[in-house]
């Protein structure tokens, strides 16, 4: 796992992709790659002829740097960071703010790939080297670039669906969510995904800061004494359901929680041992410590 800072200052533990899965991306674009440049080839010298070298030289030269530079620019730019192989093994190139990568990043990495990487004899070795010893796997086009891969697709078994708290759906009924962009909306999500594999430690800490950043442009505030995990997930679960109706005009798009406690209303907990306290004034009601269902 790895730490990216997102624009909002929240620090989202992302998997990196290691040397295996993009070596394997690698060899499949590859493989697709010496494809389209044969035909290409062979049918640009049927229209050219191969009694004229130098034009034939310069036709090959541009179906070769058309093949190699030119399908992982336009693929990643495109496609938002993937390629067929990348697709094939559930990588994601983004910028190292977590953001997604543009044309000029894009460039930068075919272009090294092509001409410093992958050359001759070199056959990927300085890549290679490269991902061993950089802390985040990143080969030379990354470095340049200020780009990482990401290892976006994760066991279904891990993926929190979207919740919503019982004693919580009246109170979100009421949220102004205006200001709650889909960038803050996305680092939620992946952190209520994650939850269950960072250390407590850690989700203490990056809860913390989410809950911070949702209470600065989510409006009313939750009721005294809910925890954590249960206002990120109510949040999120209306801000999903009324996009949900805006489409289709049909049910919410979130799901009961499997934790309700109807001994009480309020505070919201999974647990009543584990009922928090606000962490800011009584005037200004919030979630206190970050707590997960267990």
């Known amino acids: 796992m790895s730490q990216l800072v997102t624009g909002e200052a929240v620090t989202i533990d992302l998997r990196v992709a290691r040397l295996g899965s993009r070596l394997i991306a690698a060899t499949v674009d590859l493989s697709l790659q010496v494809v389209a440049l044969l035909i290409m080839a062979f049918a640009a010298f049927m229209i050219v002829g191969p009694d004229n070298d130098a034009l034939a030289a310069t036709v090959y030269l541009l179906i070769v740097v058309t093949v190699l530079v030119g399908y992982p620019v336009t693929a990643e730019t495109v496609?938002?960071?993937?390629?067929?192989?990348?697709?094939?093994?559930?990588?994601?190139?983004?910028?190292?703010?977590?953001?997604?990568?543009?044309?000029?990043?894009?460039?930068?990495?075919?272009?090294?790939?092509?001409?410093?990487?992958r050359p001759g004899a070199l056959?990927?070795?300085?890549?290679?080297?490269?991902?061993?010893?950089?802390?985040?796997?990143?080969?030379?086009?990354?470095l340049l670039a200020g780009t990482v891969v990401l290892q976006e697709r994760i066991p279904r078994g891990n993926a929190a669906p979207v919740?919503?708290?019982?004693?919580?759906?009246?109170?979100?009924?009421s949220l102004d969510l205006s200001v709650f962009g889909d960038a803050?909306?996305?680092?939620?999500?992946?952190f209520l995904g994650r939850v269950q594999e960072l250390s407590p430690e850690a989700r203490e800490r990056i809860g913390s800061q989410l809950v911070a950043?949702?209470?600065?442009?989510?409006?009313?505030?939750?009721?005294?004494?809910?925890?954590g995990w249960a206002y990120l997930s109510a949040v999120l679960a209306e801000r999903t359901a009324r996009a949900h109706r805006r489409l289709t005009g049909g049910p919410p798009g979130?799901?009961?929680?499997?934790?309700p406690n109807p001994a009480f209303q309020h505070p919201v907990s999974p647990h009543p041992t584990q009922r928090m306290q606000p962490t800011q004034p009584v005037e200004q009601p919030a979630p206190g410590p970050f707590v997960p269902p267990s």
């Open 79 to 117: 496609w938002h960071g993937r390629t067929i192989g990348k697709v094939a093994m559930g990588l994601r190139v983004v910028r190292d703010d977590g953001g997604p990568i543009r044309f000029r990043h894009a460039f930068v990495r075919g272009l090294l790939g092509a001409v410093v990487e």
């Open 123 to 142: 056959l990927g070795i300085p890549a290679v080297v490269s991902m061993l010893i950089s802390e985040k796997s990143k080969r030379l086009g990354d």
């Open 163 to 173: 919740m919503m708290p019982p004693q919580l759906a009246y109170w979100a009924s």
């Open 184 to 190: 803050l909306a996305l680092s939620v999500r992946q």
């Open 213 to 227: 950043s949702v209470l600065a442009v989510v409006t009313p505030p939750p009721p005294p004494g809910t925890p």
């Open 254 to 259: 979130w799901q009961p929680s499997p934790y």
